[in-house]
């Protein structure tokens, strides 16, 4: 029999600290329902002393998600700890995760805490958190640059104060796989209650070692991986979730331990993360790439075809990437269009959203013959919850682009429900568009981002816009589709900026008053 590899996600969390890449709370909720399908089993859905809208993303997903554990990030404090705990108070499984700097740069520079003082203060966070659920992780931060005979001491401690999983980042990504593994086995080894607690590993990017040091600790005897979809997180982001499940799964001779997830969620979840955040996926990107499994070469193509085996070390289908399938078309009636969509773990709150996602799909259906999947997740990006409370809307556009001519553009929102018009000229036709959306709004916000993707193949294809929006250090992530893309640009740029009018303050989760 061998072990199993606990799967901890901390996309909603660590990934959300990749700058821009901040998601709503339906966002955020939607991402957890796919965690869940994938059969992750630790959530991390937030930090609750962050934000108010943290706190209440945590709370969100602490209601509907039920199998998997959902755990909320907390400093050693007892503000940090009791807001966690109220946020998780619904939760079916709560966790816990309380953290403290034990490197000596971080306790002398940014704690300015003696060493004992770390101890005792992480010795009664984790008895804190042992008052509201029995599932309590403790991470020493910076425990890649701590000293060995330091940690020993303070996870010694802590697991003696009832924490239940040891959770050891190299939170600057200075490690080496080698060494990373070394430093897990002599924890294991030295610490005399090791046996009481999981040990788990927290891998950062800087070096590009993210999977590998993770992958040298789980054969060093880690039995849970942090990881997040994508590789999104902090600075070079985390060890990434597929990366990591499909080494395991692959390796089987390697890694004396397998995951509970199901491989075929990943490419959904990858393109569910990547279109809310609008990070996009790299194309050579491993596994979840566009060109993860495509053959170029003639010598390639020639073995793969001869026997898959040739050239593949895994199957396409086996991590969720699937031809194209229609779904639905112009007649698929109401019922036909709620199921589709709950097969693909999407709930409609209300009749009134379900109502609004069933128009617009009436609306695509009309310009393009072909539904798939792919476009029925492009619509709940866009009619999602945010969108029924939206102070901005399109009511028209009109672009006029021609050879040898500057593209102008007439535009008509409704704003706090008064219609207003406006025109400009641009570089093109987005520009055009953008610049008339200002001319009503005046936002004083700069762009950051602006792409699009193909949401499926053929050239009536809709296009999927993400524009990221900044004001005062603030960023926003802003979603549209259509089968025109100019369209699709617009509708993108006013949900930034309906976003961008939501208020909200958010601290950095690994700065503070420790
Ligand atoms: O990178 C890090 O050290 C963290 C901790 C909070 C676990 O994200
Ligand atoms: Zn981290």
């Known amino acids: 029999m061998s072990d199993q590899l606990i799967i901890f996600d901390t996309t909603l969390r660590d990934g959300e600290q990749s700058p821009g890449a901040s998601m709503t709370k339906d966002e955020k909720v939607r991402i957890a329902k796919i965690l869940e399908k994938m059969r992750v089993d630790v959530i991390e859905a937030g930090f609750p002393i962050a934000s108010p809208g943290d706190f209440e993303s945590v709370q969100a997903v602490a209601n509907v998600i039920k199998d998997s554990t959902v755990c909320g990030l907390a400093r050693a404090l007892d503000k940090d700890i009791s807001r966690a705990g109220e946020a998780l108070k619904n939760a079916n499984s709560a966790r816990i995760h309380t953290f403290i700097a034990t490197s000596p740069i971080h306790m002398r520079e ?33 425990a890649g640059r701590s000293e060995l005979d330091f940690l020993c001491r303070i996870l010694e401690a802590v697991i003696d104060a009832g924490a239940t999983t040891l959770n050891i980042p190299d939170t600057v990504g200075y490690n080496v796989p080698e060494q990373f593994g070394n430093l897990i086995r002599n924890l294991r080894e030295r610490i005399p209650n090791s046996d009481k607690a999981i040990f788990s590993v927290h891998c950062h990017n ?117 031809a194209n399938r229609m779904v639905l078309g112009k007649h698929s009636g109401r019922n036909a269009f709620r199921t589709r969509m709950q097969e693909l773990g999407v709930t409609f709150n209300s009749e009134a959203e379900l109502n609004n996602a069933f128009a617009a799909f009436k609306n695509l259906a009309d310009k393009k013959h072909e539904i798939y999947d792919e476009d029925l997740q492009a619509l709940v990006t866009e009619t999602g919850q945010e969108a029924v409370n939206e102070v901005i809307k399109l009511v028209s556009l009109n672009v006029c682009s021609q050879t040898g001519e500057t593209p102008n553009a007439n535009v008509t929102l409704k ?52 524009v990221r929006l900044e004001k005062g250090g603030r960023f926003v992530n802003g979603q549209g589709a259509d089968t025109d893309i100019v369209i699709a640009s617009a509708k993108a740029y006013i949900n930034a900026l309906n976003k961008i009018i939501t208020p909200s303050e958010r601290s950095h989760p690994q700065l503070g008053d420790v």
């Open 110 to 142: 940014k704690l300015r805490m003696s060493p004992d003082q770390v101890v005792e203060q992480a010795v009664k966070a984790v008895k804190q958190a042992r008052q509201y659920t029995d599932n309590v992780e403790f991470s020493p931060e910076d």
């Open 415 to 466: 704003v706090e429900g008064k219609e207003k018009s406006a025109q400009a000229s641009g570089g093109g036709p987005v520009d055009a568009a953008f610049r008339a959306i200002e001319a009503i709004c005046h936002s004083d916000t700069e762009l950051q981002l602006y792409s699009v993707n193909a949401i499926t193949s053929g050239t009536d294809a809709q296009g999927e816009v993400t």
């Open 206 to 322: 800087d070096l590009g070692l993210a999977v590998a040091n993770s992958l040298s600790a789980v054969l060093n005897g880690a039995r849970q991986v942090e990881c997040t979809i994508n590789g999104l997180g902090e600075r070079a982001g985390n060890a990434s979730l597929e990366e990591v499940v499909m080494a395991v799964k692959t390796r089987k001779d390697i890694f004396p331990c397998e995951t509970k997830i199901d491989t075929t969620q990943i490419v959904p979840a990858s393109r569910l993360v990547s279109s809310i955040t609008g990070f996009a996926v790299q194309p050579n990107k491993a596994i979840v790439g566009a060109n993860a499994f495509a053959h170029e070469s003639g010598i390639h193509q020639d073995g793969v075809l001869k026997s898959r085996e040739t050239y593949e070390i895994m199957r396409a289908e086996d991590v969720g990437w699937s």
